[in-house]
């Protein structure tokens, strides 16, 4: 079953590739990140937005697994699923090249604070209750 509920491409740029002309590994976290706010937005809630509510997804770990080499002109897609695990929300991510190829293998585990407080994710859970794999 394909869990991906979003998807984004990704055009590499020749300023995120190191000395060995690959994209630097920094750059996946950016890729990821990136890749998250956009669903957001698809989901109809922007940082902005969150952030006047008084709550905030924050990351707590990042578990990346390096499979593929993305270079310059690569045009990558970078694919999400979700799912809640008590107060944690953990996106399971997926970049791909444009061959088809992954190119990493990521788990990010967010929680929510909320007036600047841990929370247990409520809020979180419920704006996002449709995209949330069961």
């Given at each position: 079953?394909?869990?991906?509920?979003?998807?984004?491409?990704?055009?590499?740029?020749?300023?995120?590739?190191?000395?060995?002309?690959?994209?630097?590994?920094?750059?996946?976290?950016?890729?990821?990140?990136?890749?998250?706010?956009?669903?957001?937005?698809?989901?109809?809630?922007?940082?902005?937005?969150?952030?006047r509510r008084g709550w905030m997804p924050v990351v707590r770990r990042n578990d990346v697994t390096y499979l593929h080499s993305l270079r310059s002109g690569d045009t990558a897609?970078?694919?999400?699923?979700?799912?809640?695990?008590?107060?944690?929300?953990?996106?399971?991510?997926?970049?791909?090249?444009?061959?088809?190829?992954?190119?990493?293998?990521?788990?990010?585990?967010?929680?929510?604070?909320?007036?600047?407080?841990?929370?247990?994710?409520?809020?979180?859970?419920?704006?996002?209750?449709?995209?949330?794999?069961?």
């Open positions: 079953m394909d869990k991906y509920i979003f998807e984004v491409p990704i055009k590499v740029r020749d300023y995120e590739l190191d000395a060995q002309g690959i994209v630097n590994n920094a750059n996946y976290i950016h890729y990821l990140e990136h890749t998250r706010h956009e669903f957001c937005e698809y989901a109809g809630l922007t940082w902005d937005e969150m952030n897609v970078s694919k999400l699923w979700m799912e809640r695990r008590g107060p944690r929300f953990i996106f399971h991510q997926d970049i791909f090249n444009q061959d088809g190829v992954q190119a990493v293998k990521a788990e990010v585990t967010v929680v929510s604070v909320v007036d600047g407080q841990p929370s247990r994710g409520d809020a979180m859970a419920e704006a996002f209750a449709e995209y949330i794999s069961k």
